[in-house]
């Protein structure tokens, strides 16, 4: 399994960016993929999943509203497009993936995805 994660950058409070991670290895559709983040002292959080066989999605109330997640199936990649970007979601993020639920990315006992990526760094300024 490869996860090769682009798209990070430096970006004024309010401005977007968009992720994307191409991912190789695995029947991209039959896996669950995502995205964790880790901030400076912070511990790492799921940010947003989705797992196209079943058609479903998660994300972070963190996120919600501004954060979207998508694939494009035949250049088995996905994005995530940011939107309205705050300082708090200053972070590494990784790209992430399992063969089981999307749930994986919501914390709640259950183990993190079983594959990662290397990080894109997004920074936020005031």
């Known amino acids: 399994v490869q996860l090769q994660a682009s798209g990070g950058g430096l970006v004024l409070a309010g401005g977007s960016l968009r992720l994307s991670c191409a991912a190789s290895?695995?029947?991209?559709?039959?896996?669950?993929i995502g995205w964790f983040r880790q901030a400076p002292g912070k511990e790492r959080e799921g940010v947003s999943s989705?797992?196209?066989?079943?058609?479903?999605?998660y994300n972070a109330d963190s996120v919600k509203d501004r954060f979207t997640i998508s694939t494009d199936s035949a250049k088995n990649t996905v994005f995530l497009q940011m939107d309205n970007l705050k300082p708090e979601d200053t972070a590494v993020y990784y790209c992430?993936?399992?063969?089981?639920?999307?749930?994986?990315?919501?914390?709640?006992?259950?183990?993190?995805?079983?594959?990662w990526g290397k990080g894109t760094l997004v920074t936020v300024s005031s």
């Open positions: 290895g695995f029947p991209f559709d039959d896996y669950a």
């Open positions: 992430t993936a399992d063969r089981g639920s999307i749930h994986r990315w919501s914390g709640g006992g259950l183990l993190p995805p079983a594959y």
């Open positions: 989705i797992k196209k066989r079943d058609g479903v999605t």
